[in-house]
């Protein structure tokens, strides 16, 4: 069974950066994701990277801003952070996936704790 930690959450000043990590154990990750979920809304896929071949998938907004990246030999997933907006505040999940692509949190397996990103403008 596969448990995840984030951590790297905190507070940063609009334009700013921050890079979140999220270290796994137990079981297989075939797909690690990052999601978030602002006060009084849905949780929302961020983006993902796929074990082995290194693809990535974005979220349309955080393209071009945000990267995803994997350290295989710490089992530890990043997501680095910048150009920060207000919009970007929430809590944000990693979470592990058996499927390519997908941005529906009903086909992740296994979620962490989260850790909350605050982006004051």
């Known amino acids: 069974q596969v448990r995840l930690w984030e951590s790297g959450g905190g507070l940063v000043q609009a334009g700013g950066s921050l890079r979140l990590s999220c270290r796994a154990s137990?079981?297989?990750?075939?797909?690690m994701a990052w999601f978030r979920q602002a006060p009084g809304m849905e949780r929302e896929f961020v983006a993902s990277?796929?074990?082995?071949?290194?693809?990535?998938n974005y979220a349309d907004s955080v393209k071009g801003r945000f990267t995803v990246s994997r350290k295989y030999a710490e089992n530890t997933v990043y997501l680095q952070m910048n150009s920060l907006k207000s919009e970007d505040t929430g809590v944000y999940y990693c979470?592990?996936?058996?499927?390519?692509?997908?941005?529906?949190?009903?086909?992740?397996?296994?979620w962490g704790q989260g850790t909350q990103v605050t982006v004051s403008s």
């Open positions: 137990g079981g297989t990750q075939y797909v």
């Open positions: 990277v796929r074990w082995g071949h290194e693809l990535v």
């Open positions: 979470a592990v996936t058996d499927f390519d692509f997908s941005h529906n949190e009903g086909d992740y397996r296994a």
